[in-house]
């Protein structure tokens, strides 16, 4: 039997991306986000327009879409509720957000350099997807967000994770970290507790097996 329960979130689980951008100072910003699929060589991604993210990818076009593993989900964690936004907004800020002008030393992680694009790779994670915007456009139902589309220009892949001899990614070694509900998931399994579900206040209070 089915019943509708007017669900106030359909987060029903997608992989977190660490995205990385540059800052009109030239520094590094890193968010988490993961409002993102892929199609091709081409990924969309939803960005509420209150983000430095945002302002970055508007105006310098480039990011990075770094993958973290499930084993990252606390460098993840480090960075839930912090922004690179110099003046919070205010709904963030009743979220529990605060501004962090270096957010890969708080997450601790490790600035690569990128081949193609301003905006450096995070070491640390297994893919780093060197990308350029190609459109922005308002998300219309939600006026808040961008929807921005992404094209991959340089995919970097652990070499463990690569079928030998082949352009695939092994799918039985490669264990995204999966946000579903706000809450992290790993190979099914609840990893991890997530201040975002916190800051969202959201019903459920997991307790991860080895937390
Ligand atoms: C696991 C996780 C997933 C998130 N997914 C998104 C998302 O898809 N889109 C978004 O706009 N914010 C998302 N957020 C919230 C952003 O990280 C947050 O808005 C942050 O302030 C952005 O950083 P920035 O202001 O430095 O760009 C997510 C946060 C976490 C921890």
């Not at 430095?52 to 508007?58: D, F, I, K, P």
């Amino acid at each position: 039997m089915h019943v509708v329960p007017g669900l106030k979130v359909l987060y029903f689980g997608t992989p977190v991306v660490l995205i990385s951008s540059r800052n009109e100072d030239g520094t590094a910003n890193l968010a988490p986000m993961s409002s993102a699929w892929w199609l091709g060589q081409s990924c969309m991604l939803g960005l509420g327009n209150s983000g430095q993210t945002t302002a970055n990818l508007l105006r310098e076009r480039e990011c990075v879409l770094n993958l973290p593993s499930s084993a990252m989900v606390d460098a993840v964690d480090r960075l839930a509720l912090t922004t690179g936004k110099r003046v919070v907004p205010e709904h963030k800020v009743k979220q529990g957000y605060q501004y962090e002008p270096d957010k890969f030393s708080v997450a601790q992680l490790t600035e690569q350099a990128s081949e193609l694009v301003g905006p450096p790779r995070v070491l640390e994670c297994p893919v780093q997807l060197e990308c350029e915007v190609v459109e922005a456009r308002p998300f219309v139902s939600a006026s808040t967000v961008t929807a921005f589309e992404v094209k991959v220009l340089r995919a970097h892949v652990e070499e463990d994770l690569v079928i030998p001899g082949t352009h695939y990614v092994d799918p039985v070694g490669w264990d995204p970290l999966i946000m579903k509900f706000c809450e992290f998931f790993g190979g099914g399994d609840n990893v991890y507790p997530s201040r975002l579900a916190g800051g969202w206040k959201m019903p459920h209070r997991l307790q991860p097996a080895d937390a």
